[in-house]
């Protein structure tokens, strides 16, 4: 069974076995050893200096927003293709209809790895020691596209195994697993505390813009 194991900020140090891939994102490149194939989804100027000149020669893929001239292994992360294969935009539908519809969730580099290996159809995939911190930024505006597309994953029939102390997948902890079996007491004092919460973000004019490097490329 083709098994892709995703690893992000700690690296994997078990012994391969067949059919197993690593899929690193950022700057795990370099401590990770096996890699199949590296994911930077970021802009280039948020990673170390020199990383450019380093994966200048890797023997690995590396995909990107587009493709860098400078990374002879460099390739486009086919977001557009993947989206419409998987119905959330239409085939002549640009990038930028794309984003105006907000269908491909992703707020995070790990999502798109995950959209990827259910477009490939891998047997399996495991997501090694991420998404641990509860109550880091990670939990605040990550966790919601990781389990929208894990769940994706299983509903083809991909086996996703999860980190025993992760929170992706899990209810907030004020929150019952099971709903109508289980009552939360506190919910009350939590309602009141979500609420508020909600309504100061919504305030929030929301601004966007492309990154630089994308940019380049509209």
């Known amino acids: 069974m083709r098994t892709v194991i995703i690893v992000g900020n700690t690296p994997?140090?078990?012994?391969?076995?067949?059919?197993?891939?690593?899929?690193?994102?950022?700057?795990?490149?370099?401590?990770?050893?096996?890699?199949?194939?590296?994911?930077i989804m970021d802009d280039f100027d948020c990673l170390p200096k020199g990383?450019?000149?380093?994966?200048?020669?890797?023997?690995?893929?590396?995909?990107?927003?587009t493709r860098n001239p400078?990374?002879?292994?460099?390739?486009?992360?086919?977001?557009?293709?993947?989206?419409?294969?998987?119905?959330?935009?239409?085939?002549?539908?640009?990038?930028?209809?794309?984003?105006?519809?907000?269908n491909f969730n992703s707020t995070c580099s790990l999502s798109y790895l995950l959209a990827q290996a259910a477009y490939e159809k891998v047997g399996k995939i495991i997501i090694h020691q991420m998404?641990?911190?509860r109550w880091s930024l990670e939990y605040m505006i990550q966790k919601e596209s990781n389990d929208y597309w894990i769940g994706f994953c299983r509903g083809k029939g991909i086996e996703v195994v999860l980190?025993?102390?992760?929170?992706?997948?899990?209810?907030?902890?004020?929150?019952?697993?099971?709903?109508?079996?289980?009552?939360?007491?506190?919910?009350p004092a939590v309602s009141g505390i979500?609420?508020?919460?909600?309504?100061?973000?919504?305030?929030?004019?929301?601004?966007?813009?492309?990154s630089k490097e994308f940019a380049l490329t509209l």
Not at 89 to 99: N, S
Not at 166 to 184: D, I, Q
């Open 12 to 39: 994997y140090t078990e012994t391969l076995q067949k059919d197993e891939e690593i899929w690193a994102m950022n700057k795990i490149f370099t401590v990770q050893e096996n890699i199949s194939r590296l994911y």
């Open 51 to 65: 990383t450019e000149e380093i994966l200048a020669n890797v023997s690995y893929p590396i995909f990107l927003k």
């Open 70 to 102: 400078k990374i002879r292994t460099s390739v486009p992360y086919p977001l557009l293709h993947i989206a419409r294969v998987f119905g959330l935009m239409g085939k002549d539908d640009t990038i930028y209809d794309l984003e105006k519809s907000r």
């Open 131 to 133: 998404m641990l911190r």
């Open 163 to 187: 980190p025993d102390n992760s929170f992706l997948c899990k209810p907030n902890s004020w929150c019952s697993s099971l709903y109508g079996y289980v009552n939360s007491e506190n919910m």
């Open 194 to 210: 979500l609420t508020n919460y909600n309504r100061r973000l919504n305030a929030i004019s929301a601004k966007f813009s492309w």
